[in-house]
């Protein structure tokens, strides 16, 4: 098991239900909140922190002044607990806003790193990151999708390839010619840029190369979970909607449990939701990080952490080498992948206890030396 370094660069896409929950009484956080940040994010020192569900931190307009600092409050505590700088975005028709905290130093940003994206349930948290040593930008999408109709998680997945749009796979560095011949005041911005969507999907993936097979629908005794997620057939039977994950494999946005599964990590592709809801079809894996096809390639770990008893999806923790990350965004040495081939996997999935993960990947930080 890879140790904290200096090289290692941590995302980690988590959904915590209702974001602990609501204040036990006014100014009082809940507990939950406190253990999942206690005992879970701070001691995994993330640099970058997808939170899928901030209810309770973020208000609608016309809220009322104790509302508004109560969720100000809530998000205010996590950034100074973690030390990171929190961005939300608007609440949307839901009521499980999305944001993001980021590590300064690691990332380098400004106060302009975030803008809206439009055309979601659930308005997604988007910003411009970049990394010290490369000048192409990351955009980074948050997304909670539709938890309800398989039309609008297709739209939302579309609205996001605005930002994979900007990747652009074709675009390489200038020959030593072209920059000579540049113009000084032009800008250091190389024309491409990477896109990192770390999103609770509310979807399946596509079930071929998954080690977590697709819930035997017609068992499922929730009828309208079913309707919500699965399609019925002419034939009777039914189908789990799959158009979240065609449509990113499509435009050559990578999985990065996929990826680290086809390393040879095949506990990437542990199940991250569900285990507590036998009616509505069991595990089923739909929290994801994806990452376009040059900087998947800097990928080395991809960790699932369960959350029993903290809430009701796991975490998903995706360990990136800084160096290999700067030579993708460089692209001086570094093809991009093909697209999407899939391999079918070995049929075992290894989800140990959260112990057992926390302590792989926090024995040697120093929250874990200090105690």
């Known amino acids: 098991m890879k140790k904290k370094s200096d090289d290692r660069l941590r995302l980690v896409n988590a959904n915590?239900?209702?974001?602990?929950?609501?204040d036990p009484?006014?100014?009082?956080?809940?507990?939950?909140?406190?253990?999942?940040?206690?005992?879970?994010l701070i001691p995994l020192e993330p640099d970058l922190l997808a939170m899928t569900e901030l209810t309770h931190a973020q208000t609608r307009p016309g809220a009322s002044p104790d509302e508004v600092e109560a969720a100000d409050r809530r998000f205010d505590t996590q950034?100074?607990?973690?030390?990171?700088?929190?961005?939300r975005?608007?609440?949307?028709?839901?009521?499980?806003?999305?944001?993001?905290?980021?590590?300064?130093?690691?990332?380098?940003?400004?106060?302009?790193a975030q803008r809206p994206v439009l055309g979601h349930n659930t308005p997604p948290t988007v910003l411009t990151l970049r990394v010290p040593g490369a000048?192409?930008?990351?955009?980074?999408?948050?997304?909670?999708?539709?938890?309800?109709?398989?039309?609008?998680?297709?739209?939302?997945?579309?609205?996001?390839?605005?930002?994979?749009d900007k990747v652009k796979l074709d675009r390489r560095p200038p020959t030593e010619e072209e920059?000579?011949?540049?113009?000084?005041?032009?800008?250091?911005?190389?024309?491409?840029?990477?896109?990192?969507?770390?999103?609770?999907?509310?979807?399946?993936?596509?079930?071929?190369?998954?080690?977590?097979?697709?819930?035997?629908?017609?068992?499922?005794?929730?009828?309208?979970?079913?309707?919500?997620?699965?399609?019925?057939?002419?034939?009777?039977?039914?189908?789990?909607?799959?158009?979240?994950?065609?449509?990113?494999?499509?435009?050559?946005?990578?999985d990065a449990a996929r990826w680290a599964a086809h390393q040879g990590q095949l506990q990437a592709l542990a199940p991250t939701a569900g285990r507590a809801r036998p009616d509505q079809g069991g595990p089923c894996r739909i929290d994801h990080v994806r990452m376009d096809a040059f900087t998947i390639q800097a990928v080395e770990e991809v960790h699932v952490i369960p959350m029993d008893g903290l809430s009701d999806h796991d975490i998903v923790v995706v360990d990136v080498s800084k160096r290999k990350l700067v030579e993708t965004l460089l692209r001086r040495s570094v093809e991009p992948l093909p697209g999407w081939r899939r391999q079918p996997l070995l049929?075992?999935?290894i989800t140990p206890a959260r112990a057992a993960v926390m302590h792989g990947l926090t024995g040697n930080s120093p929250a874990a030396r200090a105690a």
Do not use: K
């Open 16 to 22: 915590v239900e209702h974001y602990g929950g609501p």
């Open 25 to 40: 009484e006014p100014g009082v956080l809940p507990e939950t909140f406190f253990q999942v940040n206690n005992e879970v």
């Open 79 to 87: 950034q100074t607990l973690l030390n990171m700088e929190g961005f």
């Open 89 to 112: 975005a608007e609440m949307g028709v839901g009521n499980n806003p999305t944001g993001c905290l980021v590590r300064r130093g690691p990332f380098l940003f400004g106060a302009d």
């Open 135 to 164: 000048a192409a930008p990351i955009h980074v999408g948050v997304g909670h999708y539709s938890f309800n109709s398989p039309l609008d998680r297709n739209r939302e997945a579309f609205g996001f390839t605005r930002l994979v």
């Open 179 to 254: 920059r000579s011949a540049a113009a000084p005041e032009e800008s250091s911005d190389p024309g491409w840029s990477a896109c990192w969507l770390l999103s609770d999907t509310n979807e399946l993936p596509e079930e071929e190369g998954e080690l977590v097979p697709h819930p035997d629908w017609l068992s499922v005794t929730d009828d309208t979970h079913r309707v919500h997620r699965a399609e019925l057939l002419p034939d009777g039977t039914w189908r789990g909607y799959t158009n979240v994950d065609q449509v990113m494999h499509n435009c050559r946005m990578y």
């Open 347 to 349: 049929p075992r999935v």
